[in-house]
C-alpha cells in the first residue's frame, strides 16, 4: 500500500530560525515527490517537484532533498518568516496503469515572533 | 490567484441531498483534480480527469460522481449526504498529468457543510 508520512506533526520556532521537515514514502512505481504550503482554509501552493534523478531543489529559502534510495525527502526552510506559518505537505505520485497522488497529512508550521 | 476557479464558495445542505460542485480549469490545462480535505485531515486524493476522461481515481465513494465537459469544466456530485461528507473540496488543474509531471494549481475551494 503505497503511504507518505510526515514528521514531524507540529512544530514551533521562532522567526529568523531555521527548519526542517522529513517526508518518508512507500510508493512504487515512483514517478515524482512534490512539496506543497497550504495556509489555512486555503488551497495548498506548489513549492518543489523532484524527480528521481534530482537530489535537491532550491526555491528561494525552501531547499528539498530527495534520496530515492532511502525513499525519504526533507524541506528545509532558511530564516524563517512569520508568513512561513502554514502546513507543508508531501506527495508523491507514482506512474504505471495507477498513476496514483499519495498525500502525507502534513507538517503544520508556526512561527513566532 | 492560482487561475482555477470553483464555485459556490460555500455550501450548506442537509443530509440525504445531494450538491454540486464546478470547477473551471485554468486556460490551456487538460487535466483536472478533485480532493477532499476534511476538518484537521490531510487531503484526500478523488479522481482525475484528462481531457475529458477519467484517468486516475483514489478514495471516492461510490455516492460521489465526476466529470469533465468538452470545455474542460469539471462538476463532482455529492449524493446521498452524511454528515461527515462535510469538508473542504478543492480542484486543481496541470496541463499535463501528474504522473509526468505536471504542476498543480489549486482552486480556492468549495466549504461543504451538511447539518
Known amino acids: 500500500k503505497n503511504q507518505v508520512e510526515q514528521s514531524p506533526q507540529s512544530l514551533i520556532i521562532l522567526e529568523g530560525k531555521n527548519c526542517t521537515l522529513q517526508?518518508?514514502?512507500?510508493?512504487?512505481?515512483?514517478?515524482?515527490l512534490r512539496w506543497y504550503k497550504q495556509d489555512t482554509g486555503r488551497g495548498p501552493v506548489s513549492l518543489t517537484i523532484?524527480?528521481?534523478?534530482?537530489n535537491t531543489k532550491s526555491n528561494g529559502r525552501y531547499t528539498a532533498t530527495l534520496d530515492a534510495d532511502t525513499k525519504q525527502s526533507s524541506l528545509h526552510i532558511t530564516a524563517s518568516q512569520l508568513s512561513d506559518s502554514a502546513s507543508y505537505i508531501c506527495?508523491?505520485?507514482?506512474?504505471?496503469?495507477?498513476?496514483?497522488?499519495?498525500f502525507g497529512s502534513g507538517t503544520q508550521l508556526t512561527v513566532l515572533p | 490567484d492560482s487561475g482555477v476557479t470553483q464555485t459556490p464558495k460555500h455550501l450548506i445542505t442537509a443530509t440525504g441531498q445531494r450538491v454540486t460542485l464546478r470547477c473551471s480549469p485554468r486556460?490551456?490545462?487538460?487535466?483536472v483534480y478533485w480532493y477532499q480535505q476534511s476538518l484537521d485531515q490531510g487531503l484526500q486524493f478523488l479522481i482525475q480527469?484528462?481531457?475529458?476522461?477519467?484517468?486516475a481515481k483514489g478514495n471516492i465513494l461510490e455516492r460521489f460522481s465526476a466529470q469533465q465537459f468538452p470545455d474542460l469544466h469539471s462538476e463532482l456530485n455529492l449524493s446521498s449526504l452524511e454528515l461527515g461528507d462535510s469538508a473542504l473540496y478543492f480542484c486543481?488543474?496541470?496541463?499535463?498529468?501528474?504522473?509526468?509531471?505536471?504542476?498543480?494549481?489549486f482552486g480556492p475551494g468549495t466549504r461543504l457543510t451538511v447539518t
Open positions: 517526508c518518508n514514502y512507500t510508493v512504487s512505481p515512483f514517478s515524482n
Open positions: 486556460s490551456g490545462d487538460l487535466s
Open positions: 506527495v508523491v505520485i507514482s506512474s504505471g496503469s495507477a498513476r496514483q497522488l499519495t
Open positions: 486543481a488543474s496541470s496541463v499535463t498529468p501528474s504522473s509526468q509531471g505536471g504542476e498543480q494549481y
Open positions: 480527469y484528462y481531457n475529458g476522461e477519467e484517468r
Open positions: 523532484m524527480t528521481f534523478s534530482e
